[in-house]
């Protein structure tokens, strides 16, 4: 347990340190979020109604952006290495390894959305809402992501690889993410049904997600 | 003979250059009773004519996903009993279910032009399909940004698993959204009311389809099998290339080009 621990600690420490890139991701989000708007007109209406599927797709790229980083690192100093062979199981390191991802890079994004939703003329309601499906639905994105994550760098190809993979498999969560913020916002659907669904999906990602990655860093390292 | 048996290649090469003929042999009389059926069978009372492209849409659905079935029994292959033709059937079948997910597309987008009045509609089905084109494509792109191809069929099949596990969330998520933005205002099909004239040449057709799927994913294993020994005919040949020009190292300006020629 202490060495997953220290493992999540360290991730999140490098994560945040100079050169390490995850707030980057943040700031990718409110470019988007910023561009948004340029590209469908100032109407404050119209981007109120897009809100939260702006907010939403500007989470996504920006989680899928920073994904790279999962194990390319690591992978170059060789200490992926190390963490594979080492005596925790490598499904345990790999799901304490997306969550420390999870805590540097995602978590900033939800911080980030009360902000981004001034910006789209969100009330606080919306907002919220907005914030809470994000808070439900991004380690959906990290735990799947992590697999393309880890195919990538056992092929030693990173970027478009890696969006391509993820990016079919992400189609469920932004779904139902998308769904759950508008049902609280306008109805007419229950809030509770997406929202649960959207849990579920990532409590399968919990599952799925560090054993596939596990599998592939076994087989693809060598 | 047994999936064992099979584990030899030059077996595999002798027993499908024995029933590679017939399988396309069989795939072609099918085909043509399933098309005469097809062309025979009377128009639909609502949609007329265009019923027809039926029975070349849903045999091509079928196969889509049908492939990608194939593909995962084939990656648990790679995976868990390291069988040396499963990465062969793996690879062979990606680009095979590719084509049938394309056609299924073009055929339902053609068919939607007349019943819906436009080729593209967000459909459930449609959009499902398309997704299970996308990531088609993706696991196509896998394969070809990797050159071992040992490696490359095991990262793949781990994305061929994922996938199978995730289809079917992505379909019913799909079908949801669907039927949260759109009211049902989508024709539809009654999948088991099927009057018998429609249904008759539908089942010959799929058949014929499966066996048109098993002759080209048997012979697309051949090429790549020829392919992969050509593979490495060619690296041998380059390492002792490599070799016999270390050997004359000191003199290799003088006798490179002969000894390249030589080899």
Redesign the interface.
């Given at each position: 347990m202490s060495a997953l621990a220290a493992l999540i600690r360290r991730d999140v420490r490098i994560a945040l340190r100079v050169g390490g890139g995850a707030l980057i991701g943040v700031l990718f989000f409110l470019t988007v979020t910023v561009l948004m708007p340029f590209a469908v007109g100032p109407d404050l209406a119209l981007l109120s109604r897009l809100g939260p599927a702006i907010l939403w797709l500007g989470a996504l790229l920006a989680s899928l952006l920073t994904l790279d980083r999962l194990f390319t690192a690591d992978h170059e100093d060789g200490s992926l290495d190390l963490i594979v062979m080492s005596r925790t199981p490598l499904e345990l390191a790999c799901a304490a390894k997306a969550l420390a991802h999870w805590l540097a890079a995602g978590l900033p994004l939800i911080i980030a959305t009360p902000a981004l939703g001034l910006l789209l003329n969100l009330d606080g309601a919306a907002t919220f809402a907005v914030a809470l499906t994000l808070l439900a639905g991004t380690p959906a994105l990290t735990f799947t992501g992590m697999i393309g994550a880890a195919l990538a760098v056992t092929m030693h190809r990173g970027g478009l690889l890696l969006a391509v993979l993820v990016l079919p498999l992400s189609i469920p969560v932004l779904i139902f993410g998308v769904a759950a913020s508008q049902a609280a916002i306008s109805g007419p659907l229950s809030f509770g049904t997406p929202f649960s669904i959207l849990c579920a999906l990532s409590l399968i990602s919990f599952v799925i997600g560090p054993f596939a990655a596990a599998a592939s860093l076994r087989h693809g390292l060598d | 003979m047994t999936l064992t048996d099979l584990a030899n290649p030059t077996r595999f090469l002798a027993l499908t250059t024995r029933i590679l003929p017939w399988l396309a042999g069989a795939t072609t009389v099918l085909l043509a009773i399933g098309l005469y059926q097809s062309a025979m069978a009377p128009d639909d009372y609502q949609q007329g004519a265009t019923v027809k492209i039926m029975f070349i849409h849903v045999p091509n659905a079928w196969l889509s996903m049908f492939v990608w079935g194939v593909m995962s029994v084939a990656a648990l292959g790679t995976?868990v009993w390291r069988h040396p033709l499963a990465d062969v059937a793996a690879k062979a079948a990606a680009p095979i279910g590719a084509a049938f997910t394309f056609l299924a597309l073009v055929t339902g987008s053609l068919w939607g032009r007349p019943m819906w009045g436009t080729y593209w509609e967000w459909d459930a089905r449609l959009t499902s399909v398309l997704?299970l084109f996308?990531?088609y494509?993706?696991l196509i792109?896998?394969w070809r940004?990797?050159e071992d191809p040992s490696?490359?069929a095991?990262?793949a099949a781990?994305?061929t698993?994922?996938?199978a596990?995730?289809i079917p969330?992505?379909k019913?998520?799909?079908d949801?959204?669907n039927t949260?933005h759109q009211p049902a205002s989508v024709f539809r099909m009654g999948g088991p009311t099927l009057d018998k004239a429609f249904l008759w040449p539908l089942l010959v057709m799929a058949l014929a389809f499966s066996l048109l799927f098993i002759t080209l994913h048997l012979a697309a294993m051949r090429n790549e099998i020829l392919r992969r020994r050509v593979r490495s005919l060619q690296m041998m040949q380059a390492s002792r290339v490599a070799f016999s020009s270390e050997v004359g190292a000191g003199s290799r300006d003088g006798h490179a080009s002969n000894e390249i020629g030589a080899a």
């Open positions: - | 995976l997704i996308l990531m494509l993706g792109a896998l940004s990797v490696r490359a095991r990262a781990i994305l698993l994922v996938g596990i995730n969330i992505i019913f998520s799909v949801w959204w949260l």
